[in-house]
């Protein structure tokens, strides 16, 4: 929801803020008291092109700030991430508007007009402007049709199996496309793969024989010092074992006079058998030193081998083993390109099968919500006084003889243009005047059938839709009586799933609000300007009764803003 809408030093405005609810927020004033200024204070933070006349008079620059609750709106969330903005809780979007030029800024983060404009389109639905109404660009009725049926779980079922149709036709042109290369270079590949393959490398081989080498090499230097380390430690007259068990011996009296001795003893003990083991693994070590030259010479030829293959072949052994592996491959294709072409086109023609199935089931199922949305729009345009209105939704599917669709029943032999999301590509068409045809939407809907057209749209879709901000401009032209009741009542019954804010001058919808604003125009020390304040329940009833009546309030408009007061719609979309 937008929570609060800053405003400085725009148009007549100097400085303003206000705080929205949830629910209905309406919004009345006089004609010329500045409605539309906060209308194109909105706009420009929800990413539209900024005028520098728009600067109040005197001021260095505009500035409009909104702070939104973005709640669990997740592809929100996803776009800040994206952008590298701040995730918080709440969203800030501002504007600053000065000569010459204007700033945008997310989170305290400069942005792009165009990144304020993704994200705000992602929060707010503005009727009143052709650029803002999301039902009039047609690449979102598939969206509206999908929503309302409640059909996530088909698409994402359909989308999996396009996905796989996808990669599977890539890997084909792939292939296609290395078709020359892999006949030109088959002769090479068999090359690499038997000069490999003679050598017969085993993996970590280089390593293993590069310890051995080491071994063998310096066989000579580990016998004579592994046998001279034994002697001093263990063999001569001298040894560090028979020094040590002539101080176990002197210690041992010295205990018999002391036993503050016994400590040390103990250590020497310790000492003397750690010498007794690594003499014994000195000895050990020494008894199974090779002197193998020929086994010496074996290592070396193989290692010549084996540096060979990895100067040639990537320059390691893993390496050259990754490449042998990838090398069988490409061989394989060449010799057996039209095998392995022939397995993929296979391939290609069952997921083609289970991705025709998957589109046609969610084509069927978006007609048959097609059929029910057409039917309670006509029914919602006639409560809303459009009475003659046709709607329909245009389904069509764009015919490919290579499509990777096949029609179904007497279509089976038909093939149909694939799309992410669908074959289906949706459009909205609406007459509002018998005897004129359907038309698009965009063409038809105009003037001041536009708001009515948009809100009886809305109400039927209000639960789909995943807009959460709704925002209608002078919805009420060319409308009064019961039929300015019936819109509050759909503005009403919206505001149970989105926030709502209207500007109108109808008091049989600014009575139905959550939260009534006003907005005045003022004149102090010479200049002009426009506030906005929130009306209490008192208030309310005198600004009502003033539209009811004009200028002049009397007791019977205050009557009768008392009664419409009192009117709690129960109205369901």
């Not at 078709?179 to 393959?197: N, P, V």
């Amino acid at each position: 929801m937008l929570c609060s809408l800053y405003i400085r030093d725009y148009a007549l405005i100097d400085e303003l803020e206000v705080d929205f609810s949830n629910g209905l927020n309406i919004i009345t004033g006089e004609t010329g008291a500045g409605k539309s200024i906060l209308v194109g204070a909105l706009k420009l933070i929800l990413g539209e092109r900024a005028a520098t006349d728009s600067i109040r008079t005197g001021a260095r620059k505009a500035i409009i700030e909104g702070i939104f609750d973005t709640g669990d709106l997740t592809g929100v969330r996803a776009m800040l991430d994206e952008g590298g903005f701040d995730v918080q809780a709440r969203l800030i979007l501002r504007r600053e508007v000065s000569e010459g030029h204007s700033r945008a800024f997310i989170n305290d983060s400069p942005a792009s007009v165009q990144q304020m404009r993704a994200i705000a389109s992602e929060l707010v639905d503005l009727h009143g402007q052709h650029e803002h109404q999301s039902l009039l660009r047609t690449e979102k009725h598939l969206e509206v049709v999908d929503g309302f049926g409640g059909l996530g779980g088909l698409v994402e079922a359909y989308r999996s199996h396009y996905g796989k149709v996808a990669n599977l036709v890539d890997e084909r042109e792939e292939l296609r496309a290395k078709e020359r290369e892999l006949q030109q270079q088959k002769d090479l590949f068999a090359f690499q793969i038997q000069e490999i393959d003679a050598t017969q490398p085993v993996e970590g081989e280089d390593v293993s024989l590069e310890a051995d080498r080491r071994m063998l090499e310096n066989a000579e230097r580990l016998f004579t010092a592994t046998a001279s380390l034994f002697d001093v430690l263990y063999e001569s007259d001298t040894s560090v074992n028979d020094q040590l068990v002539r101080v176990r011996n002197e210690i041992q009296d010295l205990v018999r006079i002391d036993p503050e001795f016994e400590g040390l003893l103990s250590e020497i003990l310790s000492a003397q058998i750690a010498v007794e083991e690594t003499a014994k693994s000195l000895q050990d070590y020494n008894s199974r030193i090779e002197f193998n030259q020929e086994r010496l010479d074996g290592i070396r030829e193989r290692l010549i081998e084996l540096d060979h293959l990895k100067r040639r072949y990537g320059g390691t052994l893993e390496a050259v083993l990754a490449l042998r592996e990838d090398l069988g491959i490409q061989y394989e294709m060449a010799v057996d390109f039209e095998g392995t072409l022939g397995r993929l086109d296979s391939g290609i023609a069952a997921a083609q099968s289970e991705l025709s199935e998957a589109a046609n089931r969610l084509s069927d199922k978006r007609r048959e919500i097609a059929g029910r949305i057409e039917i309670a729009i006509v029914s919602e345009l006639a409560a809303l006084g459009i009475q003659d209105a046709r709607f329909a939704i245009h389904i069509d599917c764009t015919i490919d003889e290579n499509g990777w669709i096949r029609g179904a029943g007497e279509n089976r032999s038909v093939r149909y243009e694939a799309f992410s999301n669908g074959m289906d590509r949706v459009s909205f068409h609406l007459s509002t005047n018998i005897g004129e045809e359907l038309k698009p939407l965009v063409k038809v809907a105009s003037g001041g059938e536009i708001s009515r057209i948009m809100l009886a749209l809305k109400t039927i879709l209000a639960k789909s839709d995943r807009l959460p901000i709704l925002v209608f401009d002078e919805i009420d032209q060319g409308i009064s009586g019961k039929l300015a009741l019936k819109v509050g009542e759909r503005l009403h019954a919206l505001a149970r799933y989105h926030q709502v804010i209207a500007i109108t001058h109808l008091p049989q919808v600014a009575a139905l609000a959550d939260a009534h604003f006003k907005v005045e125009k003022t004149v102090d020390d010479e200049r002009t300007r426009t506030g906005m304040r929130r009306l209490d329940e008192i208030q309310r009833q005198g600004e009502i009764a003033g539209l009811l009546s004009g200028a002049t309030i009397t007791d019977a408009s205050l009557e009768s803003a008392r009664e419409l007061l009192d009117i709690k719609p129960e109205l369901s979309p």
